[in-house]
């Protein structure tokens, strides 16, 4: 059963950086999909990230585009989001999902959901 955690959150200022992990075990990533959600108080979980391990292919929401990068190490097990240029409205809960196919970057399509890893951007 593929288990992900996720590590990386933090207090950051606006306009800071954070790369975030997400460490998958119990199989290998191969032949899925991870993609990053976030969940902020009184909101839905979305989707602000989400790539093909196979091809790297990458989606990204407006809302993230050019901030919010990606990334896979296939030998680690271990997909990454780099985030930079935080603002406020980042602040939130993000967690890592698989799935089987990296768009739609919807929480309903990923699943062996991590715990979580607060981010909060705040002067």
């Known amino acids: 059963q593929l288990q992900l955690v996720e590590s990386g959150g933090g207090l950051v200022q606006p306009g800071g950086s954070l790369r975030l992990s997400c460490a998958a075990s119990?199989?290998?990533?191969?032949?899925?999909?991870i993609g990053w959600f976030r969940q902020a108080p009184g909101k839905e979980r979305e989707g602000v990230s989400c790539?093909?391990?196979?091809?790297?292919?990458?989606y990204y929401p407006d809302s993230v585009k050019g901030r919010f990068t990606i990334s896979r190490d296939n030998a680690k097990n271990t997909v990454y989001l780099q985030l930079n240029s935080l603002k406020p409205e980042d602040t939130a809960v993000y967690y890592c999902?698989?799935?089987?196919?990296?768009?739609?970057?919807?929480?309903?399509?990923?699943?062996?959901w991590g715990q979580g890893t607060q981010v909060t951007v705040s002067s």
């Open positions: 999902g698989g799935g089987l196919m990296f768009r739609p970057c919807v929480p309903k399509h990923f699943g062996s």
């Open positions: 119990g199989f290998t990533l191969d032949y899925y999909a």
């Open positions: 790539i093909s391990i196979s091809d790297g292919n990458t």
